[in-house]
């Protein structure tokens, strides 16, 4: 699938979304629920804001180290009979992982949930080779027996359906009998999903931090589907972007007590899946062979960039769950596997601004996403620093646009030009004002008065009223 | 205490009415309020498109406006937060980033002026109404003032307060959002106008011109029976 979603354009991406009255209803209602768990656990773990701050401070302090700390990570995972492998590209890093499958002459593969093997298109790159992926993350699954539908949410992957939908997309493709109850549904996911693990001969996971210092990757589930993928296949592979790193267990702790609370409002998830190399003597289970792959995709690009805090992200997804833009749209209209603030900020860095260009603009700067961030991106001024970047370097404005800015400059800096400018609008506009308020407005106005009306200018300028005031005051 | 009033674009062309309110609204607070005339935008427009050459000439002409003022007070939350982000525009500018500290220290937006500097609750006003109150984001978020305008508006005599549902949540105005992804706004605002709805408000309050005119206007063109008001509008009624 690749970090792209289908070929439709982005208006129309969008106007899908909007008319798509289920999953909005879904979207708005995870919105909700999930807004309050964050704010509740921020609230009961006491001082969210200095747990911010000092989750900040640890990412910008890793990815300003960020070479020294991955060359400690490779050091500890190769100690301890670990392989590692640097991939630059999508392709390099498929390469690898295919590799190792055929070396393994293995077919059957189960998944944990993992954005960046979303991001390579790994699993079609196995299908190729004749392999079966399952993926074993609930949301995923669901997803991957619905036809491939595209995940919506980097967190909630099938957010965009609710529980009447699976049930029809468990029945439609598998044979399902009952009900839409949640308890049914996942126990029948379960039951399926069982026999998978046990007949995989590989398990690839993502890694939600790889710990520099003891050579460790951490998972992060609530269904225990990473710790099965981990334990029961003979090899594994972790796939991770190269940015996932933390220096030791201290500042894992910190982040993963920001990421859970902030993605899904719990203390802790049911699982935290930790896994340092292979299986050493002696161990009951774990994989016999570990292979990391450390994705680079465009990553190592945006360091030393103004973008850099984009690399900062923990993939938790509250800026997604408070996105109002995101609550109308939907995760699918944003074309990307990473849809909502974040995505519209790394999407376009990742993907190239052909492809997301329209996405830096999909945001009133409302800057709710950068309230939520638990590792305090800029979220809205990196969606600015795009925008500039779009009218300066890309030259991909649009022509009426960068003259009114020109003409805005010419109005807003000289009080001489302001003034004519704001003494002749009003008069310009007369023609179009009927009943105190433009419903039919002419040029720039027109997308504006197409859902709402403008308000006639006032009939005097308050600088001429209060200039009035001042020679009447002056008179008497 | 000498004000400086910055009455923003929107208000000085299309909502005059509010500046003048914002204006006996301090006198009556015994401000002695002065108008610096060369004052045109903050820049914020052509800023937040992404034209920050452009964006700095106006904010460079504003910085200047306002260089002898000992307070600036604004009617506007958003208006007055970009003169809150001048330092960081102009972070490492050896001439220009102390003016922009020096004006971001002494703006305030008008409630927060109200409550914080002249350390006034109640303003005296009276208003018969049961109304609702619009929390526009760059002011909550950005500029932090969260408690002042409710403050203030809960000492209005006779003005009934009803707290609006999903109040976090932006109208869909964002400047230049609400006319290039006007069908995406369009949904945001109509949320918005189905959350002032179930309050039954018949006044809806807030302190940010852009937002009033979004929100307003889609109140206007579906012909809802709702008054939208700036809150120095409130805050200056005595009925």
Known sequence: ?476 | MKVSLFVTCLIDMFQSDVGRDTVELLEHLGCEVDFPEGQTCCGQPAYNSGYLKESMESMKHMINVFQDSEYVVTPSGSCGTMFHEYPNIFAGDAEWEPKAIELANKTYELTQFIVEVLKVEDVGASLPARATYHTSCHMTRLLGVKEAPLTLLKNVKGLEFTELPDKHNCCGFGGTFSVKMSQISEHMVDEKVRHVESTKADILVGADAGCLMNIGGRISRTGKPIEVMHIATVLNSRK
């Open chain 1, 1 to 476: 699938m690749g970090m792209k979603i289908g070929t439709a354009a982005f208006k129309e991406r969008v106007d899908q979304g909007l008319s798509d009255s289920f999953m909005r209803g879904a979207v708005s209602a995870a919105q909700g629920r999930l807004r309050d768990g964050r704010l509740n656990a921020a609230e009961e773990l006491g001082n969210w804001e200095d747990w911010r701050s000092h989750g900040e401070e640890i990412r910008k302090h890793t990815l300003e180290h960020l070479d020294y700390y991955l060359e400690m990570l490779v050091d500890n995972v190769s100690k301890r009979g670990g392989h590692v492998f640097f991939a630059q590209t999508a392709e390099e890093a498929n390469e690898y992982i295919t590799n190792v499958v055929k070396k393994k002459g293995a077919k059957k593969i189960v998944k944990s949930k993992s954005m960046v093997t979303e991001e390579i298109s790994m699993n079609e790159a196995l299908e190729k080779i004749g392999c079966d992926v399952v993926e074993s993350d609930l949301g995923e699954w669901i997803l991957q027996v619905d036809d491939h539908d595209p995940p919506s949410h980097i967190v909630a992957p099938a957010l965009h359906k609710n529980k009447e939908q699976i049930r029809d997309v468990f029945r439609d493709k598998l044979g399902y009998k009952n009900s839409e109850k949640p308890e049914e549904l996942a126990l029948f996911a379960r039951e399926q999903l069982r026999e998978e693990f046990l007949a995989a001969e590989v398990g690839i996971t993502g890694c939600n931090f790889a710990i520099a210092d003891s050579g460790t990757v951490t998972l992060v589930t609530n269904e225990g589907n990473a710790r099965m993928a981990t334990t029961l296949p003979k090899t594994q592979i972790t796939v991770m972007g190269m940015e996932r790193i933390v220096p030791s267990w201290e500042e894992m702790e910190v982040l993963v007590s920001l990421l859970t609370r902030a993605a899904v409002g719990q203390k802790l998830t049911s699982y935290i899946t930790a896994l340092t190399g292979p299986k050493g003597e002696g161990d009951v289970d774990g994989p016999e062979e570990f292979h990391l792959v450390v994705v680079d995709n465009g990553r190592s690009k945006i360091l030393g960039t103004e973008f850099q805090e984009a690399l900062h992200c923990i993939r938790c997804a509250a800026c997604i769950n408070v996105c109002p833009v995101y609550r109308h749209v939907g995760g699918h209209s944003y074309g990307s596997i990473y849809p909502g603030p974040i995505g519209a900020v790394l999407s376009p860095l990742l993907g190239g601004y052909d492809d997301y260009k329209e996405l830096p603009y999909a945001s009133t700067l409302c800057a709710a996403c950068t309230e939520a961030c638990p590792v305090k991106i800029p979220l809205h001024e990196l969606l600015i620093k795009h925008r500039q970047k779009i009218v300066e370097k890309e030259g991909k404005a649009p022509v009426f646009e960068s003259l009114s800015m020109k003409a805005f400059r010419m109005g807003t800096a000289s009080p001489t030009m302001y003034n004519i400018g704001s003494k002749l609008a009003p008069k310009m506009m007369k023609p179009f004002v009927k009943e105190d308020k433009i419903a039919n407005g002419p040029g720039p106005l027109k997308n504006w008065t197409s859902i709402r009306d403008f308000p006639a200018p006032s009939n005097e300028r308050f600088r001429d009223w209060f200039k009035n005031r001042e020679k009447e005051e002056s008179k008497s």
